[in-house]
């Protein structure tokens, strides 16, 4: 499967951003797909992930309440709604998906990743 991300860019700290992962292939709706973040000078964290089915989803700690993970199996997509963005989130973003169909916070347990797309938070 091919992963293409896009939806970073610019904002100012307490906007919103929704990053949207498109994939390609009739079995996407079968993938356990998560999100990604890597900022300058630090390791690839997990984001958010959800199942198969939409059913079940898991935030980091540092994005509860604020980021959203959902997925349109109809359209191949799998969404990220960001909301009072801060500074700190900051980073290169990247879609993952995985052959089983639960999430994972492990980057290890991704078989495919897609390129990263920037969000900048300025203050």
């Not at 996407?28 to 964290?45: D, I, L, T, V």
């Not at 500074?87 to 897609?114: F, I």
Request: net charge positive; proline share 2%; hydrophobic share 35%.
């Amino acid at each position: 499967v091919q992963l293409q991300a896009s939806g970073g860019g610019l904002v100012q700290a307490g906007g919103s951003l929704r990053l949207s992962c498109a994939a390609s292939g009739r079995a996407f709706s079968s993938y356990g797909m998560g999100w990604f973040r890597q900022a300058p000078g630090k390791e690839r964290e997990f984001v958010a992930g959800i199942s198969w089915n939409g059913k079940s989803t898991k935030h980091a700690d540092s994005v509860k309440g604020r980021f959203t993970i959902s997925r349109d199996n109809a359209q191949n997509t799998v969404y990220l709604q960001m909301s009072n963005l801060k500074p700190v989130d900051t980073a290169d973003y990247y879609c993952a998906a995985r052959d089983s169909g639960a999430w994972s916070s492990r980057s290890s347990d991704y078989n495919y990743w897609g390129q990263g797309t920037l969000v900048t938070v300025s203050s």
